[in-house]
């Protein structure tokens, strides 16, 4: 961990990151080596894009289905 938080602008990151539910340090390491500094993103939309992932919801009218996956690119 203390490797981990030796990077430079992410350290504030990664205690958020890490905290969530089945993230550890191999993940957290790898997805801030992939990415860089998370605050050069304006909303999460644009970290999805970089992923090639979106959130698409099927729906029409007061039918409303659930709110998926879908890979791009």
């Known amino acids: ?3 981990l938080l ?3 602008g992410a350290q504030s990151q990664i205690p958020a990151i890490i905290r969530a ?3 550890g340090i ?3 390491s790898g997805f801030l080596a992939e990415v860089g500094d998370i605050s050069r993103f304006d909303n ?3 970290l999805q894009k970089l992923a090639g992932l979106a ?3 099927n729906s029409s009218g007061k039918h409303k289905s ?3 996956i ?3 690119g």
């Open 1 to 3: 961990m203390k490797k």
């Open 55 to 57: 959130l698409v919801e």
């Open 44 to 46: 999460p939309k644009e």
């Open 26 to 28: 191999k993940t957290v």
């Open 21 to 23: 539910k089945g993230v």
């Open 70 to 72: 879908s890979r791009r």
């Open 6 to 8: 030796m990077l430079g």
């Open 66 to 68: 659930e709110t998926t």
